[in-house]
T-cell receptor
Framework: EAQVTQNPRYLITVTGKKLTVTCSQN?????MSWYRQDPGLGLRQIYY???????DKGDVPEGYKVSRKEKRNFPLILESPSPNQTSLYFC?????????????FGPGTRLTVL | QKEVEQDPGPLSVPEGAIVSLNCTYS??????FMWYRQYSRKGPELLMY????GNKEDGRFTAQVDKSSKYISLFIRDSQPSDSATYLC???????????FGRGTSLIVHP
């Protein structure tokens, strides 16, 4: 089954404790990205990657890191989480053949930083 | 002003009603227009996309783009309780694969 998986689905942590949210896709997509979704603000892009070892900042990259060492994986790293990073996070992936290629979203990771 | 404006709602309608969801935008370079549906506790899924101006129909759903007014719409005919979800518009330029999303409109269809 074609899918984007994220782990963990739910995470409660404390300020300053480094964490990683994993994202993996099995569709051989070149393009992967991370979004955060907050009430009233919609989906905002954090980072994206157009292929292995190619990453770039989205609209809200501060406080986040990413890496793309393999095509299928795109982990999101919070080196020192803060309460304002409490949010719902989505990973997404797509081909890059055309601008209309469908983005497939993962199920989301709900992060709470105390 | 945000690039893409979308009323968050909620929009509450009775079953069977025609629903109209809308977005306005400011970037005239947008050429690809998409609608995503997001059920509670799920990731968004692509519902429809259109290129440039015009209409596109898919079953009970019709997407409409008016580039002269920078206005896009999604119509849902014969709405069902299963249509209750958040609908996000998204758009991108021809040279970018990165969509800009609206905030989403929460739709509630009650029996």
């Amino acid at each position: 089954e074609a899918q984007v998986t994220q782990n963990p689905r739910y995470l409660i942590t404390v300020t300053g404790k480094k964490l990683t949210v994993t994202c993996s896709q099995n569709m051989n997509h070149e393009y992967m990205s991370w979004y955060r979704q907050d009430p009233g603000l919609g989906l905002r892009q954090i980072y994206y990657s157009m292929n292995v070892e190619v990453t770039d900042k989205g609209d809200v990259p501060e406080g986040y890191k990413v890496s793309r060492k393999e095509k299928r994986n795109f982990p999101l790293i919070l080196e020192s989480p803060s309460p304002n990073q409490t949010s719902l996070y989505f990973c997404a992936s797509s081909f890059m053949r055309a601008s209309t290629d469908t983005q497939y979203f993962g199920p989301g990771t709900r992060l709470t930083v105390l | 002003q945000k690039e893409v404006e979308q009323d968050p709602g909620p929009l509450s309608v009775p079953e069977g009603a025609i629903v109209s969801l809308n977005c306005t935008y400011s970037n005239s370079a947008f050429q690809y227009f998409m609608w995503y549906r997001q059920y509670s506790r799920k990731g968004p899924e692509l519902l429809m996309y259109t290129y440039s101006s015009g209409n596109k129909e898919d079953g009970r759903f019709t997407a409409q783009v008016d580039k002269s007014s920078k206005y896009i719409s999604l119509f849902i005919r014969d709405s069902q309780p299963s249509d209750s979800a958040t609908y996000l518009c998204a758009m991108s330029t021809g040279g970018s694969y990165i969509p800009t999303f609206g905030r989403g409109t929460s739709l509630i269809v009650h029996p």
